[in-house]
């Protein structure tokens, strides 16, 4: 094998593994890119082109992951950094900021009983409650309710554990307190 | 209600979502994805690509064209105003290559509260290459031409014509200029500083 082969085998096995990767990871990471996105905005549109934003972001990045953090860890730094500039632009274009009010209405009389309705209901009430929390609390929240530990929030974010759960007690007070609010407004 | 029972509730509620697809299904969307990913990676890199290109072929057209004009410069003041605008051009070139004429592209795989540190430094970067408009890139092209426009008025005087055509020069160039300078220091320099507070307002 000369050296052109050589080097042009050693790119296409290297692109393999970087699609290899990305995909793995969209399939693992999907569901939790999407639950992030619905915190960043609200408009439907809008969360579909933020996780599409953060797969970009992610397929620049893999060839410059050389393992100093967890997979995990710089997965999430990566969507949280990328739908922090996306989601200003996205405000900026104005759909998000006309689309707040998109909250389902309380059931219908005749869906009182459709759990799986009102278990929606209920998790777009604790998306925005989230979305109404300061960009730093909105983070920590999603990454202890994506079952991240302190030790991981703490990589991601920079915080210290002790911050961090300083931060959560109060955060998931707050949380609480509106989702009991909302269920009494629905009864 | 205890603490405990209630963040379940909570993760319940975070995990509550239409049931996942099938892995055939996720093979899909995650194929659909890639090809989404390549085709918007290729794209910008083309369109970066283009506007390097184009800054730098419209400085080389500016300083090809004002160099021809300082070499048939009819009298010496003119022709130092031409060398001027025709340096004004390699200078821009050299500036916006040097410091990058959009926003440069951050690690997004750094820690949060860093990678915040470097977004609002960043912006701060823009605001201020915005505002220094006037001197890398208006000023010295605007000497040229007024040194040129000088030239020609006093050629014109000195040969019993009327000046008005270098006092009319002078005027177009101040107005486009004006209007260049209103749209960096004034509207660039907004937009940024909209960014920024944006940005401010979600931490």
Known sequence: MDGAEAST??????????????????????GAMRRLAAVYVNDSRDREDLVQEIAVALWQAIPKFR??????????????????????????RGRTESAVDEVPDPPAESTHGDKQLIDSQKREWLMRAIRELGAVDRQIVTLHLEELSYREIQEITGMTEGAIATRLTR????????????????? | MSQEPMNDKLNDLWRSEAPSSSRLQK????????????ERTRKFDRR???????????AAI?????????????AGLERIGDVIVAASGVWITFYLLRSG???????????????????H???????????????WYLLPMYVGLAVVSLGMGLRLHGAGQSARPAVVSMVIVTVGFGLVWILNEVYAVRCLEKLKRELAGME
Do not use: C
């Open chain 2, 101 to 119: 004429s959009g926003p440069r592209a951050l690690d997004p795989g750094m820690n949060l509260n860093a990678y915040g540190q470097l977004l």
């Open chain 1, 9 to 30: 085998r050693a790119v296409s096995d290297s692109d393999r593994g970087r699609r290899e990767t990305f995909l793995r990871l969209i399939s693992e990471y999907r």
């Open chain 2, 48 to 58: 970066i690509l283009l506007r390097n290109v184009r800054e730098v072929v419209a």
């Open chain 1, 67 to 92: 393992g100093e953090a967890s997979e995990r860890t710089w997965l999430y730094r990566i969507a949280h950094n990328t739908a922090i500039t996306a989601s200003t632009k996205l405000r900026r």
């Open chain 2, 62 to 74: 500016v300083t090809g064209i004002f160099a021809w004009f300082a070499w048939k410069a009819p």
């Open chain 1, 171 to 187: 955060i998931r007070e707050r949380l609480a307190e509106q989702i009991r609010k909302q269920e009494v407004e629905l009864r």
């Open chain 2, 27 to 38: 093979e899909k969307e995650g194929e659909d994805m890639l090809t989404m990913v390549i």
């Open chain 2, 121 to 135: 430094e960043s912006y701060d970067r823009e605001v201020r290459l915005a505002r220094s408009v006037k001197y």
